[in-house]
C-alpha cells in the first residue's frame, strides 16, 4: 500500500504560479511512476505530466513550456511547478503514482484561476 498527501493548492490570478506537492509513503520501493492528473468540472480526468524514477518526463502539450515536473527520490515525493498559469487550468490536481502493477491516486487538490 501506499498513501499519497498533496498539498499546494489555492486561488491564483490568471499569469500566476503555484507549486504542487505530493508525498508518499507505505511501499515506497516498489514506485516506478509518479504524475498529475487533472479534472475540471463536468470533464473527464486528464494527464498533465508524469516522471520515472531515472527522471524522464511526460508533458499534456496544453502545459509544455509553462509546467514543470520534478521529484525527490530519496523523499518520495513528486512536484508541479506551475507557471503563467490560465483559467483554462482550473480544475482539481490529483496525484498519481505507479507503484508494482497498482495506481494509487491521492485526494485531490484544487486548482483555482481567476481571470
Known amino acids: 500500500q501506499v498513501q499519497l498527501v498533496e498539498s499546494g493548492g489555492g486561488l491564483v490570478q490568471d499569469g500566476g504560479s503555484l507549486r504542487l506537492s505530493c508525498a508518499a509513503s507505505?511501499?515506497?520501493?516498489?514506485?516506478?511512476?509518479m504524475g498529475w492528473y487533472r479534472q475540471a468540472p463536468g470533464k473527464q480526468r486528464e494527464l498533465v505530466a508524469t516522471?520515472?524514477?531515472?527522471?524522464?518526463?511526460n508533458y499534456a502539450n496544453t502545459v509544455k513550456g509553462r509546467f514543470t515536473i520534478s521529484r525527490d527520490n530519496a523523499k518520495n515525493t513528486v512536484y508541479l511547478q506551475m507557471n503563467s498559469l490560465k483559467p483554462e487550468d482550473t480544475a482539481v490536481y490529483y496525484c498519481?503514482?505507479?507503484?508494482?502493477?497498482?495506481?494509487?491516486w491521492g485526494q485531490g487538490t484544487q486548482v483555482t484561476v481567476s481571470s
Open positions: 507505505g511501499n515506497r520501493f516498489s514506485i516506478y511512476t
Open positions: 498519481n503514482v505507479v507503484a508494482g502493477a497498482t495506481n494509487y
Open positions: 516522471i520515472i524514477r531515472s527522471g524522464g518526463t
